[in-house]
């Protein structure tokens, strides 16, 4: 993937996210139309509703840090240093960073009288999809082999879309909440990615140099 790729690339997660957190919450009719119908897919299939309960914590806070930096001691204990360092701090910039925006931001959650349980926190960026996003794609990218990388990278981010919607069912997310979850998570990986391999990069230039320089003289 060239520069420019990545910028654009990088471009369109932001535009995303931008209109999600401008443009969707309880004044958007697209939300609000999927919300009120879920109310009735729920009433209607409840033993769905607690299979999905159950599916949507694979996406929790503790889940998803717990895995990530489990990954990245496993990653670490194998001398990859550099990618474990940078596994971590994908995990960790990314959950502060969307608890943060949460507060920010201040969108309220669908009525959650009609949802099967309670959460406390703001709604935008949802925290499920953008945790499963950067983690499990970090996790793809970061920890496997190069060879495992590509078939991984579309498990986690089908994984990940799936928990996403599991938000939405349970009536805790607005859609446009998902998509930014999604949006973000997938743009502090890129993020987490490209700096990494510029890092690589640079050092690897440094390496070279350091070949051709003269020996140090011996007085």
Request: charged share 15%.
């Amino acid at each position: 993937m060239t520069n420019f790729s990545r910028l654009l690339a990088l471009f369109a997660l932001c535009a995303i996210f931008v209109v999600g957190a401008w443009m969707g919450g309880p004044a958007n009719s697209f939300d609000v139309a999927v919300s009120d119908w879920m109310v009735g897919v729920r009433h209607s299939h409840p033993q769905l509703t607690s299979l999905v309960a159950v599916l949507t914590q694979l996406g929790s806070f503790y889940m998803t840090l717990g895995l990530g930096l489990l990954a990245s001691a496993l990653v670490a204990m194998r001398g990859r240093r550099a990618a474990a360092m940078l596994l971590a701090a994908t995990v960790i910039v990314e959950r502060l960073s969307v608890d943060g925006m949460k507060l920010a931001i201040g969108r309220p959650r669908p009525d959650l009288e009609l949802a099967p349980f309670m959460p406390t926190s703001f709604s935008f960026p949802s925290g499920h999809s953008a945790n499963s996003m950067a983690v499990f794609t970090a996790i793809a990218l970061f920890a496997l082999p190069p060879a495992w990388r590509r078939p991984a990278l579309a498990v986690a981010i089908g994984f990940s879309i799936l928990i996403g919607m599991t938000r939405v069912f349970l009536g805790v997310h607005w859609t446009s909440d998902v998509i930014g979850g999604w949006a973000w998570g997938l743009l502090v990986t890129t993020l987490a990615l490209w700096a990494g391999r510029r890092s690589a990069a640079i050092e690897a230039e440094h390496d070279v140099v350091r070949r051709h320089l003269p020996p140090a003289r011996q007085d």
